[in-house]
């Protein structure tokens, strides 16, 4: 099975590649000779318009779902070493803000949220979850549902630990890849809860992680209509290949360097350099005034 999503800018496609997505609007003009043609139109669509006076009301039907865009995007956000929020397209600001997705949480005091993906595992999630424990520090696990039935013990101590355990589909999927199909896009989502409740008794809390950080429109509409949060980030790096780390010094700084207040930082649990940097990562974070937030704290 392949790695979680794992979109920041610069990233290979294989693994959520950032891409920026340009758009362009055509005006169209209306020239002298069209003017009265566009001022008969104007009149007929007047003599048109229902009536909307009192006692009487027009019914509200929402936009089908053939009228979303389901253009596929990757993830992208512009990195910078300035501790700044980075800066995101602002049509996928706009579009995230419209259909309950975060990339960022309180951006206005030092509050990190921790987050991490897990499509298969390494042998890192023990120690990940040692050093969170001694340093307090609660974080987010997005898990597939082939994660949930092999690693039933590990699921079981992130509940117990207090964790946010997230859903990131059952079988890693581009999510607009599965919109054609309704039915089809909701399984991604209730087989990944059914197991999740089937090892815990619980049920699995509502944020979702789309798998290589891809998403359209009409995913993320479809995503709120299932209840789910959207859960991008704000920071990421190369970490993912587990034949080729960067090794601990250079995740430390590099998280270090990228964070920001409100910073949702994604990291991968396949990798050792991350596991071996995370304990000075937090302390250091903590030396610096920053808190750790769960998912459940985002801004509504």
Known sequence: ???????????????????????????????????????????K?????????????????????????????????????????????NDAKAMLKKYSGYYVGDTSSKVIYLTFDEGYENGYTPKILDILKENDVKAAFFVTKPYITQQKDLIKRMVDEGHT???????????????????????????????????????????????????S????????ELGYKSIFWSFAHKDWETDNQPGANVSHDRVING????????????SKSNTEALDLIIKDLKAQGYTFKTLEDLPQ
């Not at 610069?10 to 209306?30: A, F, H």
């Not at 309704?182 to 509502?206: C, H, I, L, N, Y």
């Not at 964070?259 to 396949?270: C, E, P, Q, S």
């Open 45 to 89: 669509e007047e003599n048109n318009k229902p009536d909307l006076s009192e006692n009487k009301t027009q019914p509200s039907n929402p936009p089908s779902p053939s009228e979303y865009s389901n253009t596929k995007r990757s993830w992208y956000y512009n990195p910078n070493k300035t501790h700044n929020v980075p800066e995101v397209p």
């Open 259 to 270: 964070v920001h207040n409100g910073a949702i930082i994604l990291l991968h649990a396949v």
């Open 165 to 215: 355990v997230g859903n990131h589909s059952s079988t890693h999927p581009s999510m607009p890849s599965k919109t054609s199909n309704p039915e089809s896009f909701k399984k991604e989502f209730a087989d990944t809860a059914k197991a999740f409740k089937d090892v815990t008794g619980k049920d699995m809390p509502m944020f979702f992680r789309p798998p290589m950080g891809e998403y």
């Open 1 to 43: 099975m392949p790695s979680c999503s794992s979109a920041s800018s610069k990233l290979p496609k294989k693994t959520g590649n950032d891409k920026s997505i340009e758009t362009s609007q055509k005006e169209e003009k209306i020239t002298e000779k069209q003017e009265p043609e566009k001022k008969e139109t104007e009149k």
């Open 217 to 224: 429109e009409k995913s993320l509409k479809m995503t709120e």
